[in-house]
Each structure stands twice: as structure tokens, then as C-alpha cells.
T-cell receptor, first 116, second 113 residues
Framework: EPEVTQTPSHQVTQMGQEVILRCVPI?????FYWYRQILGQKVEFLVS????????KSEIFDDQFSVERPDGSNFTLKIRSTKLEDSAMYFC??????????????FGSGTRLTVV | GNSVTQMEGPVTLSEEAFLTINCTYT??????LFWYVQYPGEGLQLLLK???ADDKGSNKGFEATYRKETTSFHLEKGSVQVSDSAVYFC????????????WGLGTSLAVNP
């Protein structure tokens, strides 16, 4: 069964450093997403990406965040200058256009980001 | 706005017990409703879904019925197994161009042998 792959599974970084979280969505999927879950809190939508541009973003997704699809397979989330409150589990997801209402997204296993 | 409320965990059951995890929602329009499961060390997996009122989603012995009159989508299983130990998330997605999922807090389930 096709999978969404995220790397690394766990990243520790110092406050103020840049981090890049990587995701390889399912190859025939067209919509890509990042969500995050701060420990003990709800999963929160960050951004959706389609046709090489952001289609929707939440208020969490400020200028410190950016997404990119640098080649045909990777989808990355960059945090320019990490803060302690960015510590969370970050989930990547992808979906075939128009079908997520029926089948839901396919999620990766997540990257746990710890900012110290 | 849209929101999802789940019963708080953790829930601890013995094997073969009956499981109910409550989920209620607030939404404009006619959302699709989902249950996702996260097994230890793994990602979020779609467990079941319902896209309109009175639909019943089912998978792996789990069921949930979309109740518009009570704005609920409670998850049930008649006889849980140790392998069902996981965190369960209720979520909704409103129709149209808004493709993002709105999530509940998640309910941790531990099943003891």
C-alpha cells in the first residue's frame, strides 16, 4: 500500500536555528498538507499546497514558515528561526484531488521536533 | 466556526469489553466526518468515515453513525482487543474548497488482556 514518508522521525534543534522537515507524498497525489500537534493539544492545520502554490494556510503559518516542492517527489516544511513553542509533532499528508471527502488523507508517521 | 469535541481519555478497558468514544461537532453546512487512529509509533490512519447524515461508517469492527440531529459521530466497537490500543481522533471536513481537517483532541485507549 502506498505510503507518505517523513524524515527525520525525530529532530532536536536549538532555538533560533532553521529546520527543514521532509515528506515524500504518494506519487499520484496532487494535494499536500502539513499539520502539527503540540503535546496534549489538538492536531492543527498549517497549510495546504496544490499546483505548486499554497492553496490555504492557517494563522499559525506565519512568515517563519514556508513550504516547497523542490522536485517531483519531495514536499518540505521550513521553519526559519525556531522557537520553543514550535516543539510539536509535524504530520505531512497527501490526497488525490477531490477524493479526500470519501477516503480521507494519507498521513505520514510524523516528525517530532524538539526545540531546546 | 467548525469544531470537534471528543471525550477525554485515557480510556482503559479489558479485552472483549464494549467501547464507546463520544464525538460531537459544530459545523456550518454539511461536513464529512472521520475517525482516525494512531497506533504507537505510527502515523494517522483513516479508520472510517461518513459523508452525510445517517451514514454509518465501519471498519475493523468499529462503527460510527453520522447523527445530524445530535451533531454526533460516536465511535463504537462491540469487543475490543489488545491490538486496538491506540489514540483515536474524530475529525471533520466541510465541503467545498475548504479541504482542511478540523480535529478533536484525541482519546487514548488502552486495552488490557
Amino acid at each position: 500500500e502506498p505510503e507518505v514518508t517523513q524524515t527525520p522521525s525525530h529532530q532536536v534543534t536549538q532555538m533560533g536555528q532553521e529546520v527543514i522537515l521532509r515528506c515524500v507524498p504518494i506519487s499520484n497525489h496532487l494535494y499536500f498538507y502539513w499539520y502539527r500537534q503540540i503535546l496534549g493539544q489538538k492536531v492543527e492545520f498549517l497549510v495546504s499546497f496544490y499546483n505548486n502554490e499554497i492553496s490555504e494556510k492557517s494563522e499559525i503559518f506565519d512568515d517563519q514558515f514556508s513550504v516547497e516542492r523542490p522536485d517531483g517527489s519531495n514536499f518540505t516544511l521550513k521553519i526559519r528561526s525556531t522557537k520553543l513553542e514550535d516543539s510539536a509533532m509535524y504530520f505531512c499528508a497527501s490526497s488525490v484531488i477531490g477524493t479526500e471527502f470519501n477516503y480521507g488523507y494519507t498521513f505520514g508517521s510524523g516528525t517530532r521536533l524538539t526545540v531546546v | 466556526g467548525n469544531s470537534v469535541t471528543q471525550m477525554e481519555g485515557p480510556v482503559t478497558l479489558s479485552e472483549e469489553a464494549f467501547l464507546t468514544i463520544n464525538c460531537t461537532y459544530t459545523a456550518t453546512g454539511y461536513p464529512s466526518l472521520f475517525w482516525y487512529v494512531q497506533y504507537p509509533g505510527e502515523g494517522l490512519q483513516l479508520l472510517l468515515k461518513a459523508t452525510k447524515a445517517d451514514d454509518k461508517g465501519s471498519n475493523k469492527g468499529f462503527e460510527a453513525t453520522y447523527r445530524k440531529e445530535t451533531t454526533s459521530f460516536h465511535l463504537e466497537k462491540g469487543s475490543v482487543q489488545v491490538s486496538d490500543s491506540a489514540v483515536y481522533f474524530c475529525a471533520l471536513n466541510n465541503a467545498g474548497n475548504n479541504r482542511k481537517l478540523i480535529w478533536g483532541l484525541g482519546t487514548s485507549l488502552a486495552v488490557n488482556p
